[in-house]
């Protein structure tokens, strides 16, 4: 099988590997269209502590193409449409057992980010790749792979989202109107919330309100906690997600906050510096400020469903398609500011749908 194979940051080649045999619990998945996420670039960059050679790519979607012995072929067989849920998650920690198997105590310590004896990465980036049967979900429905392959990120941010618990008719702030943003707003809108975007790009200003946010401004051009207030009679955004990197705007979001309201850092904050916080504000007005890091599970099933339903739809989002032997296209377009959702189609033309 063919592999977009990593053997150092920056040196991607295009490598025939052996095609994987599925063990008696396992899938083998065809992989039709694969996602790059920033993390793939940070970790192209060199911005990430992983071992090589390594595999990158955890936004695959694909077909069924042979299942294990002990794969129930009522419920899983070759031909279905799917995606993986990306967490290696042991299920017996802590965190597994209470229903953050997205903070798995293992998935850290697996072959996915350090392999002594071979590869590691996701593996995305492929041919074909294995899944435990147990982590696949079919889509009924939808026939784009490119849209699939958007499970991933959508799934992310509605794991954000239900951090918050937003009500009807509250107030939102979505920092940035990138790829992550706008599926923020796409989301947010049909929760009933009323949207405003920060984001100083003017293009992706109008993307958020063509996608139904309320109001959309450019933080560089005024004061954006000031603005967010005056947008909000004064009290602030009952809830606030940051989907940018800068430290200066993680501290600026908590001061979105509408007393009692809750701050989502979404995005990793890079460079990795410590953000000031006012906490006699966060006493004082029971400001709630976390993070939200991957989907869980049911995040991860609530994604397909969104998509395969057409309750949302990503392919806005959908910025350009490349194939695998085009890999230096593909990630130098990922790193342009204005780009959004980069993808690899290693199968056959309904990837670019």
Do not use: W
């Not at 592999?3 to 063990?23: C, I, N």
């Not at 390594?54 to 695959?60: A, S, Y």
């Not at 194939?323 to 296209?329: A, V, Y």
């Not at 993808?343 to 033309?349: K, Q, R, S, T």
């Amino acid at each position: 099988m063919k592999t977009l194979l990593m053997y150092e940051p920056g040196h991607v080649e295009l490598t025939d590997l052996p095609t994987p045999e599925p063990a008696a619990s396992e899938v083998l998945i065809k992989i039709v269209a694969s996602g790059i996420c920033t993390n793939d670039v940070r970790d192209y960059l060199g911005d990430c502590n992983y071992s090589y050679p390594r595999i990158g790519g955890h936004e695959f979607a694909g077909v069924i193409e042979r299942i294990g012995s002990a794969v129930d072929p009522k419920r899983f067989r070759p031909g279905q449409s799917v995606v993986k849920y990306i967490i290696e998650d042991c299920k017996v920690c802590h965190y597994c057992r209470t229903g953050h198997e997205n903070i798995c105590e293992e998935h850290p310590r697996s072959k996915i980010f350090h392999a002594t004896d071979g590869i590691s990465g996701y593996c995305g980036f492929a041919e074909y790749v294995l899944a435990q049967a147990d982590d696949i979900m079919v889509f009924e429905h939808e026939r784009s792979f490119a849209k699939m392959a958007m499970t991933e990120p959508v799934a992310c941010c509605i794991n954000s989202i239900e951090q918050t618990n937003v009500k009807f008719g509250q107030d939102v702030v979505v920092i940035g109107g990138g790829t992550m943003g706008l599926l923020h707003v796409m989301l947010l809108v049909r929760r009933g919330a009323r949207v405003i975007v920060s984001e100083p790009q003017p293009a992706r200003r109008e993307l958020a309100r063509k996608f139904g946010a309320a109001a959309a401004f450019d933080p560089t051009a005024c004061d954006a906690v000031a603005r967010v207030r005056e947008l909000t009679d004064g009290r602030g955004a009952d809830a606030v997600y940051n989907t940018a990197a800068h430290p200066a705007v993680a501290a600026q979001a908590v001061k979105m906050c509408a007393p009692c309201g809750t701050c989502v850092m979404f995005s990793s904050i890079h460079p990795r510096e410590d953000v000031p916080i006012d906490a006699s504000a966060l006493h004082s007005f029971q400001i709630t400020v976390t993070g939200a890091v991957s989907p869980t599970i049911s995040a991860y099933y609530e994604a397909v469903q969104v998509i395969d339903k057409g309750i949302i739809d990503p392919s806005p989002l959908i910025d350009s398609t490349f194939k695998p032997t085009e890999f230096d296209q593909a990630i130098a377009r990922a790193q342009e500011p204005d780009s959004y959702k980069v993808i690899l189609a290693f199968g056959d033309e309904e990837a670019r749908s």
